[in-house]
C-alpha cells in the first residue's frame, strides 16, 4: 500500500514539474514572438505544447497557476465588468496643436523649476486604450481601464488574451506590488481583417483602429477578444524604485522586465530636439502599422515631476502635441442610400472631388441616421473632411458661414430607395433595413455575388456586371438559379453600362458562356465550410463558417441544431446562433438550400477530414508556415489560386517580408524591395514549381 501512493505521489510531482516546465517555456516562446519579433519555434510547435498544457491542466486542474498562457485563448465570459478604484488617478494630458504652445509649456517648466533647460523624453502617442496593469509578486492580477480617472473597469480576462501583455515577470528585485500603464490598440492589418470579416457577415464596420479596440475590450467573450489581435505598448511605471530616477531609467527598466516598449522614444536635451523629433514622426507616422496622432513629452527627471505636481486633471510635467489631422473643405452634392445584401441601408455623402492625403476623395460614409442627424447636413453645405484613423474618410463638420440662406435638412430616408419597402430598425442597432430581401434587387445581387466571391463558391468567371444583367433579365433571383443556366439563355446577352464618362458593353459570347457554366460545374465540389459561408448567414462571417462546418459536419446536422448546441461552438455568440435559427426557419431559404442540394453542392465533410478544393481531403502540410506570395504566376486567378492553397493546406498568409516569415513564393517581376529583405533575412524564396512540390510531398 505503501508503495502504491508513493507511487501516486511521483507521478504528480512529475505531472506538476511538466506543468511548469511547459509554462516557462510557451511565456519565453510567447515574449520572443510578439514582443522581439524572433520567434525560434514555428506557429505548429508552439500549438502542440500549449495543447500539451491545456490536457494536463484539464486533468490535473489544482496545478494550474494563474499566469498560464492558456489563458491567452479566453474562454471566460464576463456579463458586467466591476468597477475599480485607481490607487493613483489616471489623469490625461494637456493637449496642443501648436508649436508655441509647447515653447510656452517649456517655459513654465523651466520657471517653475528654476533651470534654462530641462532634458524631455518624447514619446509616441498611441491612438488605443489606456491601460493599468497590476502585478502581485510577479503574476498579473488586475487589468483596469482609464474610466473618469479616478476609476476604471477591470477587464482582466480579457486582457489576458493579448499576447504582449507578460502574464508574469520573473526578474529579481521586482517589488512585490508593480503598477505599470500603457496603451492597447489594434494594428491595421488585424482592423482590415475585422472589419472584412464584418461586412461579410453583414455587421457594421468600425470606423477606426481605436474604437475597434475599446470595442473589442468590452467583450463579454474573452474568446472572441483573443481573435482581434490585440497588441500593446507599455510606457510608464507607477511604482517608485530607488534605483529609478529619470523617466527614461524607468523606461528602460521596463523594458529590462520584458514588458513591450515601443523602440521610438527619445531622450531629447532642449526644445530644438523635440521639434526635431516631433517633425520625423509628422512625416513617418504612416508607416507604422498602428495609428498615433501625436507626441508625448515628459520632463525626464522624476525628482522635477514631483515637484512640478499636478493640476485637478493634468500632470504638469507632461503635454501631449497632436498632429492636425488633414482636413479639407468641400460641396456637398447630395445624400444618396446603398442597400447591401443583408438589406442594411448606408448613407453616403457623394462631395465635389478634392485631394486629402494623398488620394482623390469623393464620398464619404455616413454611417448611419444618428450620425446624419448629429452633423445637422443641410442641402448645399459645405462640410469637412477627415481620414478617421488614416483610413476611412469622413465627414466631421459642416462650414456654417457657407450654408445657402433657407436651405433644407437632410433627414435619412423611411423607404428603400431600391424597392420601396419601409424601412425597419431593431431597437438594439444603429442601422435601418429592408425587410423586403425576397424582392430587392440590391439585397438580391449581393446575396448572390458573395455566393460566387472567391473565399465562397469561387465563380469567377462571373462578375458585378454579368451578375447584374443576369438579375435585370430575370434569369436569377436566388443563388440556386445559376445551376439551371443554360448556354441557350446566356448566348447574345448584351448591356452597356457608363463608368467614368466611358461606355463598358457587356457581352455573352461563345466563349464567356463556356467559362460561366464551366466554372459553375466546378462549384460544386467546393467544400462545405464555403458553402456555408456562401449562404450569407448573416454574421457568419469565413472563420465562423469553417469552425460551424467542423463542428456540425453536415447541413442537416445544422439545421436541426439547437441554440445550446450552436452556443458551444467556438466563437457562435447570442447574436449569431439567433441568426442562424432564424435562417433555418425561413421557408425561402429552405427552398434555396434544397435545390442547392439536388444540383449536387457539398452539404457534408466529407470522411476523412476538411475538405480541399478538389473535394479531397487538404491535408496539413502547410500547418504552423508563414507566406508571402508575390509577384506574377501567368494570371491574377493563378496568384488567387496559390495563396488559397496556402491557407488551405494549413499555413498562414502574411503580406509583408519580417522575420516571421518562413517561405516567400515568388513570380515574376515581384517588388525588389521584398526580394532584398527576404535575402537580407535568410529567408528561402520558392517558385510555384519548388512550392507544388512541398504540397506534393505530404502524399
Known sequence: METFFYKIVIQMESVEQKIKELTAALHAHNYRYYVLDQPTISDYEFDLMLKELQELEQAYPQFRSPDSPTQRVGGSVTKSFAHVRHEKPMLSLGNTYSEEDLRAFDRRVCTALGLEQVDYVCELKFDGISISLQYENGVLARAVTRGDGVQGDDITANVRTVRSIPLRIDAVGLPPRLEVRGEILMPHQAFERLNAERAEAGEPLFANPRNATGGSLKLQDSAEVAQRSLDAFIYFLNTELPQVHTHFEAVAQLRKWQFKVSEHTALCHGMEEVFRFIRT????????????????????DLQYQKQLGFTAKTPRWAIAYKFKAERVCTLLKEVTYQVGRTGAVTPVANLQPVSLAGTVVKRATLHNADVMRQLDLHQGDWVYVEKGGEIIPKI???????????????SFIASCPACGAALVRAEEEAAHYCPNHALCKPQIKGRIEHFISRKAMNIDSLGEGKVDMLVEQGLISKAADLYDLTYDQLIGLEKSYQMQDKERVVSFRDKTVRNILDGIARSKEVPFERVLFALGIRYVGETSARKIARHFRSMNALAQATKEELLTVEDVGEVMAESILSYFQEDGNLQTLYSLSEHGLQFEIKEGGMSGPDGTGAGNALQGLRFVVSGSFGTPQRRKEIEQMVVEHGGELLTSVSSRLN???????????????AQQLGIPILTESEFLQMLAAEK
Not at 517561405?663 to 529583405?677: F, Q, R, T
Open 281 to 300: 514622426w509628422d512625416e513617418k507616422r504612416r508607416e507604422l502599422p498602428f495609428d498615433i496622432d501625436g507626441i508625448v513629452l515628459k520632463v525626464n
Open 396 to 410: 466631421v463638420g459642416v462650414d456654417l458661414s457657407r450654408r445657402p440662406a433657407n436651405s433644407q435638412p437632410i
Open 663 to 677: 517561405y516567400l513564393v515568388a513570380g515574376e517581376n515581384m517588388g525588389p524591395a521584398k526580394l532584398a529583405k
